[in-house]
T-cell receptor, first 115, second 114 residues
Framework: AQKITQTQPGMFVQEKEAVTLDCTYDTSDQSYGLFWYKQPSSGEMIFLIYQGSYDEQNATEGRYSLNFQKARKSANLVISASQLGDSAMYFCAMMVGTSYGKLTFGQGTILTVHP | KAGVTQTPRYLIKTRGQQVTLSCSPISGHRSVSWYQQTPGQGLQFLFEYFSETQRNKGNFPGRFSGRQFSNSRSEMNVSTLELGDSALYLC?????????????FGPGTRLLVL
């Protein structure tokens, strides 16, 4: 079975500062993908960034980067230069190679950006 | 390119009724997955369809069912609604080419069961 753990129910950050959202995962599969999604209050899930288990470089997408530490089974999201619009719920998710179309999600972290 | 669309966006039903939700994937995407989101249980996988076939299923009772049409549009049906079925139902689409593909989500359908 797969499991995603997000230990930070809520995080606060000052505008223009960087913030790290924690995510640890557990799986016995060697092939898996890790994803981060943002969910504003409107409810829609917005894809942010992806990291494959065989990728040696940490993924980056604009202000988002994924700090992938395979030995520690962690996949933390780093948001640089936070903006007020970044205030939302953030979910870490995993898909293993043998599981068609199934994302396993963590409980999420609510991020609040202060001006 | 248009995103994933879901209809209706909001729905109010009473216990014992049934409901059908619809999802139109991104053009060219052949895989559609459904999720239920509740405050207590979080996001849970319901099932996934590809080329009109269910390939994967989560741990939900048989009251939850789905199907996919030849144009990749998908519907999910919940029969004999219970209060606990109140949730945000999200569908997501991906190309369906294999591997750990990124899923793109629709805006969701908020179902309230009274």
């Amino acid at each position: 079975a797969q499991k995603i753990t997000q230990t930070q129910p809520g995080m606060f950050v000052q505008e223009k500062e960087a913030v790290t959202l924690d995510c640890t995962y557990d799986t016995s599969d060697q092939s898996y993908g890790l994803f981060w999604y943002k969910q504003p209050s409107s409810g829609e899930m917005i894809f942010l960034i992806y990291q494959g288990s065989y990728d040696e470089q940490n993924a980056t997408e604009g202000r988002y980067s994924l700090n992938f530490q395979k030995a520690r089974k962690s996949a933390n999201l780093v948001i640089s230069a936070s903006q007020l619009g970044d205030s939302a719920m953030y979910f870490c998710a995993m898909m293993v190679g043998t599981s068609y179309g199934k994302l396993t999600f963590g409980q999420g972290t609510i991020l609040t950006v202060h001006p | 390119k248009a995103g994933v669309t879901q209809t209706p966006r909001y729905l109010i039903k009473t216990r014992g009724q049934q409901v059908t939700l619809s999802c139109s994937p991104i053009s060219g995407h052949r895989s559609v997955s459904w999720y239920q989101q509740t405050p207590g249980q979080g996001l849970q996988f319901l099932f996934e369809y590809f080329s009109e076939t269910q390939r994967n299923k989560g741990n939900f009772p048989g009251r939850f069912s789905g199907r996919q049409f030849s144009n990749s549009r998908s519907e999910m049906n919940v029969s004999t609604l219970e209060l606990g079925d109140s949730a945000l139902y999200l569908c997501a689409s991906s190309p369906g080419l294999g591997g750990q593909e990124t899923q793109y989500f629709g805006p969701g359908t908020r179902l309230l069961v009274l």
